[in-house]
């Protein structure tokens, strides 16, 4: 490797590490405590691979891989959540230099534009959550950087054709899979970029990329087979009240990339502040009720569409006049985003922006449209003197990105700091069990998320005391299993042999409860939340 790429690694480095890094003060989310509960009942490591069949390997099903790094995170390490910190700030520092060497190598070569496209990618305020979220970070970051091992090993074939490059990058790829399978579409594009770069035979195209080919049809036909089978209407984006999947599949092929090309670059606060704002003035008789998802969906979609195309037209102006080499990446880059969606074709959403982590490996593409454009604009701009006010502006872009990035950063501190606290507080004031049996009724003065939740968390709190308190032998691993009180606002109680367990909030509710069981006060934990003073109280209840 050149010592030119030493310096924009040690910065690309040093802005990563600093920018996340207060990564190790958050505290898990949601998911991760399903995957927690999910791992600590196993009564031995062999149990992660009960589901594992020779045809789902062969379809890289069940990402097995995520599996096993969810056993030693979540089963093993279960509350260090400083380990899974250190994990992703390590995959996305990584992953920002493999960017940076992809692009300086075989892109841009320059090293100015080549850390721009890069800075993008590290930054970007929409594709945090892949990172900052631990609930999905084990896969998708191990899986993005295979996927970049794999597309650096691809264009050193298409520089040298030296066939054993790409091979490895199939493997490389393939075994990404393993992790998430967002890089499936890669299967398909890369044959085709092989048509694109190089002059190829139809004979020679199919000798060397069919085993790429018949993976992608494999692994679609399987996924697509499991789509139609399984009753989906509730999750359409056309409308919830048809059960044609097919068009719904292939609307949102050509909707998701088309709206996401724009999404991508703006910040999510951002653009929905701007929608409000708009709408609100041109459409002022919207009523109140129906404002926000008229905002967030419609007013976004719309907005999102013109900005997208606007953008691509930029990019087609500033590299018209470039190289046949640059025009050819410009054609493959622009196809790799649009395919990139492909995987999430599956899925539906509620508004215009998708689950911001969807966007991580989408943001790869992003920043080299936007690398490209600044670096063929700053050409043309130089004759007038205006290519320094061009990569000002762009870093101003940057910097509004980690505005944002860091703005989210923080409010998840804060409310992971309020979440540990409160967990702390419990462990002092109920340290373990001496009943077999054991309720707990929790109330406050504030509502979190939903009328009636008084505790800051996304899951049912019933369902977190039980992770929490599994240590203690006395919570029956089915109601675990069977995941028992893990909705938001869920309350009950269930005994298996010998054991018990259940949350309440309704006090009502838990005096029936009682009542039914033959249960006793002293098996009662009665809290109290005060959202001002962030303290946990015991109460006395007259039961």
């Known amino acids: 490797m050149s010592k030119a790429f030493l310096p924009p690694f040690i910065f690309l480095s040093l802005i990563t590490i600093l920018v996340y890094s207060g990564l190790t003060q958050v505290f898990y989310q949601q998911d991760e405590w399903q995957n927690i509960g999910n791992n600590i009942i196993l009564k031995n490591f062999t149990e992660i691979f009960d589901n594992l069949t020779p045809a789902k390997l062969l379809v890289a099903q069940d990402r097995f891989a995520s599996i096993l790094l969810s056993y030693i995170f979540f089963g093993k390490l279960s509350f260090n959540t400083s380990a899974i910190a250190l994990y992703s700030i390590f995959f996305h520092t990584a992953n920002s230099l493999l960017v940076f060497y992809l692009v300086r190598k075989w892109i841009i070569k320059n090293s100015l534009f080549a850390s721009i496209g890069t800075l993008f990618f590290t930054i970007s305020s929409v594709s945090h959550s892949a990172v900052s979220w631990f609930g999905t970070s084990l896969g998708t970051l191990v899986a993005v950087t295979l996927i970049l091992s794999s597309l650096i090993l691809y264009f050193n074939y298409l520089s040298n054709l030296k066939i054993k490059w790409l091979y490895v990058s199939l493997l490389t790829l393939y075994i990404s899979l393993f992790f998430k399978e967002i890089g499936i579409f890669l299967f398909l594009l890369m044959p085709l970029g092989a048509l694109l770069y190089n002059r190829l035979s139809w004979r020679d195209f199919f000798k060397k990329f069919w085993p790429f080919l018949f993976i992608f049809f494999s692994i679609a036909i399987t996924r697509l087979t499991w789509f139609l089978s399984v009753d989906r209407s509730s999750e359409l984006f056309i409308s919830s009240s048809t059960t044609n999947n097919i068009p719904t599949i292939i609307t949102r092929f050509f909707f998701y990339p088309l709206t996401s090309l724009s999404l991508t670059f703006i910040p999510q606060e951002l653009l929905i502040n701007f929608a409000k704002f708009f709408t609100n003035i041109y459409y002022p008789l919207f009523p109140s009720e129906h404002f926000n998802i008229i905002v967030q969906t419609v007013v976004i979609d719309l907005f999102a569409v013109a900005l997208t195309l606007i953008i691509l037209f930029i990019f087609y102006l500033a590299v018209r006049k470039e190289s046949i080499t640059i025009k050819k990446h410009a054609i493959f880059w622009v196809a790799f985003f649009v395919l990139s969606f492909l995987p999430y074709v599956l899925l539906s959403k509620s508004f215009a922006y998708l689950e911001s982590r969807y966007y991580y490996l989408s943001n790869l593409p992003s920043?080299?449209?936007?690398?490209?454009?600044?670096?063929?604009?700053?050409?043309?701009?130089?004759?007038?003197?205006?290519?320094?006010?061009?990569?000002?502006?762009?870093?101003?872009?940057?910097?509004?990105?980690?505005?944002?990035?860091?703005?989210?950063?923080?409010?998840?501190?804060?409310?992971?700091?309020?979440?540990?606290?409160?967990?702390?507080?419990?462990?002092?004031?109920?340290?373990?069990?001496?009943?077999?049996?054991?309720?707990?009724?929790?109330?406050?003065?504030?509502?979190?998320?939903?009328?009636?939740?008084?505790?800051?968390?996304?899951?049912?709190?019933?369902?977190?005391?039980?992770?929490?308190?599994?240590?203690?032998?006395?919570?029956?691993?089915?109601?675990?299993?069977?995941?028992?009180?893990?909705?938001?606002?869920?309350?009950?109680?269930?005994?298996?042999?010998?054991?018990?367990?259940?949350?309440?909030?309704?006090?009502?509710?838990?005096?029936?409860?009682?009542?039914?069981?033959?249960?006793?006060?002293?098996?009662?934990n009665a809290l109290f939340y005060d959202f001002s003073s962030k303290e946990l109280k015991k109460i006395d209840l007259n039961l």
């Open 367 to 524: 920043g080299i449209i936007l690398g490209l454009t600044v670096f063929s604009l700053n050409k043309y701009l130089n004759r007038w003197r205006l290519g320094m006010v061009a990569i000002f502006l762009v870093g101003l872009f940057l910097v509004v990105h980690l505005k944002y990035l860091n703005k989210s950063l923080m409010d998840l501190i804060a409310v992971s700091q309020e979440r540990r606290s409160l967990l702390s507080q419990l462990s002092r004031l109920k340290p373990t069990f001496d009943n077999n049996k054991n309720i707990f009724y929790i109330t406050g003065n504030h509502d979190f998320y939903l009328v009636g939740n008084h505790v800051p968390f996304q899951q049912g709190m019933g369902y977190t005391l039980m992770i929490w308190y599994y240590q203690t032998g006395k919570i029956p691993s089915q109601l675990i299993k069977d995941k028992f009180l893990w909705n938001l606002n869920t309350e009950g109680y269930k005994e298996i042999a010998s054991l018990g367990f259940g949350f309440f909030s309704d006090e009502h509710k838990l005096r029936q409860t009682i009542k039914d069981y033959h249960l006793t006060k002293n098996q009662v």
